[in-house]
């Protein structure tokens, strides 16, 4: 582009951006009636993948991808909130916000306890993220090398970041997709500690090593003609976790969009070992990591005290094929419930299970029992959980206007059917039924219920559906066809809605 084409698009983009940001001028909301009680959603605008996820000093930090300008997708930052409990969250200021290298896709954060990357102190180690900066020009010129990955650094905990001089750490080799750096440290055999990052290239996910966080040496890749290639592989992580049998597994998160088992976004699993850079995967079944069709990108917390002892995970609670035009107005998408993520056997097979985390159950404010058939819900916000005792089970949650949305167990399929659930228009796929076999034992189903969406956990997590519910007038009943004893119904109102300055809540 010569100059005068410069001028011309930095002009046409100061002119529009100015405009854009008059017409999303907006006073964030919590009385719109899909605000979430106890899931996290940005206090305005847009948000998508969980981000930076870090634990530190008795706070779990969750950055965000976020556009606070608008309710759709755009130049990306990352937003921030913190929670000491897993389910008050309490959103900061924006963290990173784009600049001359990009604007700032995900990635994630690691507390580097020995300051190898020397962006702290010995006394003071830094926390830093890793990320994806996309360059938007490029990209509209026709490069193909427009993502590349950077770093950031907090030395006060999280609270203020500072990009580091010598971005980007890691450029790029000439492959369109190029993201979602996921970093954790690993010890190798000789005893030394590394760094390792996965990260998402096209179709495949490569394993880079760094001494350092700045240093960046290509290990090896996986996944060419491996796995479900119905889009392309975002948002990779690999997880070191213990099976039944006391072996070590270890285990590969990627998500894909489009090409999920029901339409749109989804994350997949793949087990096995991995050594210097080569993942091997134990056969070549495709697994999900969710049923339902409303949970992308997810990942997990670094830096979570041994003790706990637990692989703390939370996703995205949406679609990309609708996710920009669901209908809420002052913001955008929640994230689902933190989840536990563990392996379990089936016959022989390893399988990924994630249970709410335990916190959830410090947030249930009354318990109630349920005797008999049905019961109205003390609120909107609750947990239903049920024993199962039968082949096939039925639980169906509905309003005074005829909506409802069931869950079942029939012929060795668990179903959750939103199918008359409310508003739909606004995309041909969303009023769907979503099913999943199930040829194990169903114990157990605990279904979590929010303004806008339904979580269903099987067996505490053997088998999970998340999905967006958008009923025109909260839900009010729970009616038990078959199968389900001992029902209890939690509840777990408002926990977490953001605390909005008092003139904004209208
Ligand atoms: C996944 C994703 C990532 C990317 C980010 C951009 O939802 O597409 O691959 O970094 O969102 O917002």
């Not at 930052?77 to 200021?93: C, R």
């Not at 966080?213 to 997880?239: D, R, S």
């Amino acid at each position: 582009m010569n100059l005068k084409g410069w001028l011309i698009a930095a002009y046409t983009s100061l002119f529009f951006g100015a405009c854009a940001q008059k017409e999303i001028k907006f006073t964030p909301s919590n009385s719109e009636p899909f605000r979430p009680g106890y899931h996290f959603s940005p206090k305005q605008g847009w948000m998508n993948d969980p981000n930076g996820l870090v634990y530190l000093d008795g706070e779990y930090h969750l950055f965000f991808q976020h556009y606070p300008d608008s309710t759709v997708w755009g130049p990306m930052h990352w937003g921030h909130a913190v929670s000491k409990d897993l389910v008050t969250w309490e959103e900061l200021p924006i963290a990173l916000f784009p600049d001359s290298l990009g604007t700032i896709f995900s990635g994630s954060a690691v507390y580097d306890a020995e300051n190898s990357s020397e962006l702290g102190t010995k006394e003071n180690p830094p926390l830093v993220a890793i990320f994806t900066y996309h360059n938007a020009v490029g990209e509209k010129e026709g490069a193909i090398d427009f993502q590349t990955q950077g770093l950031a650094y907090s030395v006060d905990k999280g609270k203020t970041w500072s990009k580091y001089a010598a971005n980007p750490v890691l450029l790029n080799p000439g492959i369109r997709d190029f993201r979602d750096p996921k970093v954790t440290q690993i010890t190798k055999e000789d005893g030394k500690k590394v760094w390792l990052m996965t990260l998402a290239a096209k179709d495949r996910i490569q394993f880079y090593e760094s001494p350092n966080l700045k240093v960046w040496t290509l290990l090896g890749e996986f996944g060419q003609g491996i796995g479900a290639h119905g889009g392309v592989w975002e948002c990779p992580e690999l997880l070191f976790l213990k099976a039944p049998d006391g072996s070590q597994k270890w285990v590969l998160l990627v998500s894909m969009n489009p090409g999920g088992p029901q339409k749109g976004s989804a994350t997949q699993y793949f087990i096995g070992d991995f050594n210097r850079g080569v993942f091997t995967p134990d056969d070549t079944m495709i697994r999900w990591l969710d049923y339902g069709p409303d949970n992308y990108a997810g990942v997990t917390w670094a830096n979570l005290p041994k003790e706990q002892n637990r692989t703390l995970w939370i996703g995205w609670m949406s679609n990309w094929d609708y996710a920009q035009v669901v209908p809420t107005k002052t913001w955008r998408s929640a994230l689902t419930l933190p989840r536990e993520i563990s392996l379990f056997d089936v016959d022989g097979t390893l399988l990924l299970k994630s249970a709410p985390a335990i916190e959830l159950e410090k947030a249930r404010k009354t318990t109630y029992e349920l005797s008999g058939e049905e019961s109205l819900l003390p609120s909107p916000f609750v947990e239903i959980s049920a024993e199962i005792t039968q082949e096939n089970f039925s639980m169906t949650l509905s309003n005074e206007l005829g909506e409802e949305v069931v869950i079942n167990k029939e012929m060795g399929l668990v179903t959750v059917d939103r199918r008359k659930a409310g508003k739909a228009n606004f995309n041909r796929d969303f009023a769907a039924a979503h099913s999943a076999p199930m040829s194990w034992k169903a114990e157990s189903v605990r279904v979590f219920l929010d303004a806008s969406s339904i979580e269903v956990f099987v067996n505490d997590g053997e088998l999970v559906f998340t999905s967006l519910l958008f009923p025109t007038s909260p839900w009010k009943k729970v009616t038990l066809i078959q199968g389900l004893d001992d029902v209890e119904i939690l509840d777990l109102q408002e926990s977490s809605k953001p605390s909005l300055e008092k003139k904004a809540d209208n």
